[in-house]
């Protein structure tokens, strides 16, 4: 089995700054795709960015120039440096892992989620 484990949400003000992490754990395996997902209350889970194990990043229109998405595959751990945020970025965030055992996929795995509340 392999666990995601996410850290760093909050309560910021519009304008402030929050890197959120997302530690995979378990044994024999790999990950392909790290991403982050946010759901806003009443909305549907939405695709914030997503980087390959070769580092090739794709982010939401709605979050370039302001996120940034990064992994460090010795300890298995995506991170989201989100600046400039908006009111609108308020949202449940989830990390996501596509992971592997060797060649075969063993499919999505989500952390439990982190609250990001961007508010004055």
């Known amino acids: 089995q392999v666990q995601l484990v996410e850290s760093g949400g909050g309560l910021v003000q519009p304008g402030g700054s929050l890197r959120l992490s997302c530690t995979a754990s378990?044994?024999?395996?790999?990950?392909?795709?790290m991403g982050w997902y946010r759901q806003a209350p009443g909305k549907e889970r939405e695709l914030v960015a997503t980087?390959?194990?070769?580092?090739?990043?794709n982010y939401a229109d709605s979050v370039k120039g302001r996120f940034t998405i990064s992994r460090d595959n010795a300890k298995n751990t995506v991170y989201l440096q989100m600046n400039s945020l908006k009111s609108e970025d308020t949202a449940v965030y989830y990390c996501?892992?596509?992971?592997?055992?060797?060649?075969?996929?063993?499919?999505?795995?989500w952390g439990q989620g982190t609250q990001v509340t961007v508010s004055s």
């Open positions: 996501n892992a596509d992971v592997m055992s060797g060649l075969r996929r063993l499919g999505d795995y």
């Open positions: 378990g044994s024999k395996f790999s990950i392909n795709v």
């Open positions: 980087i390959t194990s070769l580092r090739s990043t």
